[in-house]
């Protein structure tokens, strides 16, 4: 079984900073994509950013400038750097990546969630 256990600081004032973070466990031989995705409350789940194998990022135009995206291949860990952030950015946060547990069998996994609340 694979799991992916997101953490980071949910309260913060419009402006500040804060980083999530997500951890993979379990059966894992190896981590292609990596991303997060939010959703807020009464709106649909987006992409916010992705981070490939490779290192090649792609981000949301709504955080482009303000978040970036790192990976921890070591750690099997990705994060999200979030930086200036507005009360807009309020939403539950999601971590998914595409695992394979074996040399031919992969899927997608996703977290629980971690919400994140931008107010003064």
């Known amino acids: 079984q694979v799991q992916l256990v997101e953490s980071g600081v949910g309260l913060v004032k419009p402006g500040g900073s804060l980083r999530l973070s997500c951890a993979a466990s379990g059966r894992i031989f190896r981590i292609d994509d990596m991303g997060w995705c939010r959703q807020a409350p009464g709106k649909q789940r987006e992409l916010v950013a992705t981070i490939m194998i490779t290192g090649i990022t792609n981000f949301a135009d709504s955080v482009k400038g303000r978040f970036t995206i790192s990976r921890d291949n070591a750690k099997n860990t990705v994060y999200l750097q979030m930086n200036s952030v507005k009360p807009e950015d309020t939403a539950n946060y999601y971590c998914?990546?595409?695992?394979?547990?074996?040399?031919?069998?992969?899927?997608?996994?996703w977290g629980k969630g971690t919400l994140v609340t931008v107010s003064s």
């Open positions: 998914n990546s595409y695992i394979f547990s074996s040399p031919s069998y992969g899927m997608s996994y």
